[in-house]
């Protein structure tokens, strides 16, 4: 299984472009989700998602779209990049079979706005 | 809202000896924690987990332990390896209203583990 897998690894956006980060699992998980991580900081949660066609924000969500049309693809959408969106994306999933089980990442896609 | 925080952002060692990483939390209420390692350019991996009816739990050279009382939590890494170096998180399990998880993690800022040969 490749587990979680996220392209592009690295985008440069010019400030007021559009972009959408591809998100994928094939372990048949039901939670997925979409994280930020800013420099030398930990990772702030923007969306997530409990199955497919059910979405709902995290702590940092302005700015950012998502939709979960089946349960491998979860995709962040930046509609107008802005320079403070800058930040390695980290997308990660779980089987969401009960409560607390822990969260499989992607190795994350790296963008600057610019 | 309430967050989970580290002692120390750094930490330096020698390769065999042990290694120990702090965490503070400060809501009383969560009951899931765990702890993720980063290396450079890579996703967070998990390391272990603890739930809040245990004080402590035992991997792979590695030891979590959590003290409610002073809403502490440590990472201990037994012999570390120039391997270990990375970065460590923890992390508190969000619960909603209807307290139900949904699996959303709450990151503490990290500590930069460096172990030197």
């Known amino acids: 299984n490749a587990g979680v897998t996220q392209t592009p690894k690295f985008r440069i956006l010019k400030i007021g472009q559009s972009m959408t980060l591809q998100c994928a699992q094939d372990?048949?998980?039901?939670?997925m989700y979409w994280y930020r991580q800013d420099p030398g900081m930990g990772l702030k949660l923007i969306y997530y998602?409990?199955?497919?066609?059910?979405?709902d924000k995290g702590e940092v969500p302005n700015g950012y779209n998502v939709s979960r049309s089946t349960t491998e693809d979860f995709p962040l959408r930046l509609e107008l990049a802005a320079p403070s969106q800058t930040s390695v994306y980290f997308c990660?999933?779980?089987?969401?079979?009960?409560?607390?089980?822990?969260?499989?990442f992607g190795s994350g896609t790296q963008l600057s706005v610019l | 809202g309430e967050s989970v925080g580290l002692h120390l952002p750094t930490l330096s060692v020698q390769e065999g000896d042990n290694s120990i990483i702090n965490c503070a939390y400060s809501?009383?209420?969560?009951?899931?924690f765990i702890w993720y390692k980063q290396e450079s350019g890579k996703g967070p991996q998990f390391i272990i987990d603890?739930?809040?009816?245990?004080d402590k739990r035992q991997g792979q050279r590695v030891t979590v332990l959590l003290n409610k009382t002073v809403k502490h939590l440590s990472l201990q890494i037994a012999a570390t390896q120039p391997g270990d170096s990375a970065v460590y998180f923890c992390?508190?399990?969000?619960?909603?209203?209807?307290?139900?998880?949904?699996?959303?993690?709450?990151f503490g800022q990290g500590t930069i583990l460096t172990v030197h040969p």
């Open positions: 990660a999933s779980t089987p969401g079979q009960g409560l607390n089980e822990k969260l499989f």
């Open positions: 372990m048949n998980h039901n939670y």
């Open positions: 998602s409990v199955g497919a066609g059910i979405t």
């Open positions: 809501n009383s209420a969560s009951d899931y």
């Open positions: 603890i739930r809040s009816n245990m």
């Open positions: 992390a508190e399990n969000l619960g909603d209203a209807g307290g139900t998880s949904y699996g959303k993690l709450t």
